[in-house]
């Protein structure tokens, strides 16, 4: 199990759905963007975050002659999103606990 750490590279709204979705699986780009409803751009800011932090990959692939872009996370992006998860859950008992 990951070590309890919040982590303000992923807690951001956006990132933190990022991480989440790609926790099981690597998606597609345009499957990302549908599901968190944002803009090819925003999407692209937060992707680029992620992959300069070591936690996301970018993989261009062909198919049927088209060329997708497809994200997951790395080994050491879901250590963070595990260990961040976990910080939240603890902060969540503390105020569960008041």
């Known amino acids: 199990m990951s070590e309890a750490r919040f982590d ?6 956006n990132r933190l759905q990022i991480c989440a979705i790609l926790a099981a699986d690597s998606m597609a780009f345009s499957a990302v963007q549908e599901t968190l409803g944002v803009s090819d751009s925003v999407l692209s800011k937060q992707v680029k975050i992620l992959q300069r932090a070591g936690y996301l990959t970018v993989t261009k ?3 049927n002659s088209h060329l997708r872009t497809w994200l997951s996370l790395t080994p050491s992006g879901r ?17 569960d606990s008041a």
């Open 8 to 13: 303000e590279i992923i807690h951001p709204g």
């Open 61 to 63: 692939k062909t198919s």
């Open 79 to 95: 250590e963070a999103l595990a260990g961040h998860l976990a910080e939240l859950r603890r902060i969540a008992d503390l105020a």
